[in-house]
């Protein structure tokens, strides 16, 4: 009587080992592609918080602005170059071009002049405290936002008729006068559709500057 002997043929143990491999392949591809994904959105995640938590100080501190006169320090090159055509020495609350402005304003209970600019890729602030009697900051200041590709800033000016909406201009140096409005504008990396993000602000001491000699 001859005997059965059940066992699995070189032929289908290599089937078996294939199907075994393309499901696994499968299932470490979706577990892949999945994890890939989730570290996509937490990192992007932290990027709009921070990025929200940036846009909301910055709000709060230019609208906790003041009509006082900016330190000497924060007078950047080309106000200075225009300065030193006047007669007198120009009273300036607020200062401002395309890729930084600086003003005064109170923070933590303590009056000082804040200075946001993009240096290298990066979004910074840097702070003065009048109590310290303006000391310059550790390291020269702070980075808000990393990855910013261009940053382009615009200040309201006056309309140019009675009843028109404010011109937007890059550069603010009037005396004595605080803009009514601020507009950012950051191009960031990684944020998909958000890459580009504009935020405006509006200042409740700020006034509407003048192009030409009439003042307001």
């Keep these: 009587m001859k005997r059965n002997n059940p066992a699995f043929t070189l032929l289908e143990l290599l089937i078996a080992v294939t199907i075994f491999s393309i499901i696994a392949l499968s299932l470490y591809s979706t577990f892949y592609t999945g994890m890939k994904a989730l570290?996509?959105?937490q990192g992007a995640m932290r990027i709009h918080q921070s990025l929200?938590?940036?846009?909301?100080?910055?709000?709060?501190?230019?609208?906790?602005?003041?009509?006082?006169?900016?330190?000497?320090?924060?007078?950047?090159?080309?106000?200075e170059a225009a300065a030193e055509e006047k007669e007198e020495e120009p009273l300036?609350?607020?200062?401002?071009?395309?890729?930084?402005?600086?003003?005064?304003?109170?923070?933590?209970?303590?009056?000082?002049n804040i200075t946001?600019?993009?240096?290298?890729?990066?979004?910074?602030?840097?702070?003065?405290?009048?109590?310290?009697?303006?000391?310059?900051?550790?390291?020269?200041?702070?980075t808000l936002l990393e990855d910013i590709r261009n940053m382009e800033v615009l200040y309201s000016y006056e309309a140019e008729t009675e009843d028109g909406e404010p011109v937007w201009l890059d550069i603010w140096e009037e005396e004595e006068l605080v803009p009514l409005g601020v507009k950012i504008t950051l191009?960031?990396?990684?944020?998909?559709?958000l890459e580009k993000l504009t935020k405006t602000v509006y200042?409740?001491?700020?006034?509407?500057?003048?192009?030409?000699e009439e003042e307001i």
């Design 203 to 212: 200042i409740p001491v700020g006034a509407l500057g003048t192009q030409g």
């Design 39 to 41: 570290r996509s959105s």
């Design 52 to 79: 929200r938590l940036v846009t909301e100080e910055l709000s709060l501190d230019l609208r906790n602005s003041l009509l006082a006169p900016l330190h000497e320090e924060l007078k950047t090159a080309v106000i």
């Design 116 to 142: 946001y600019y993009a240096d290298k890729g990066k979004f910074m602030r840097t702070i003065k405290y009048q109590g310290r009697g303006f000391a310059a900051p550790a390291q020269g200041g702070e």
């Design 187 to 193: 191009e960031l990396k990684g944020l998909g559709s």
């Design 92 to 112: 300036y609350y607020f200062l401002g071009d395309s890729k930084r402005f600086s003003f005064v304003t109170m923070k933590d209970c303590q009056i000082c």
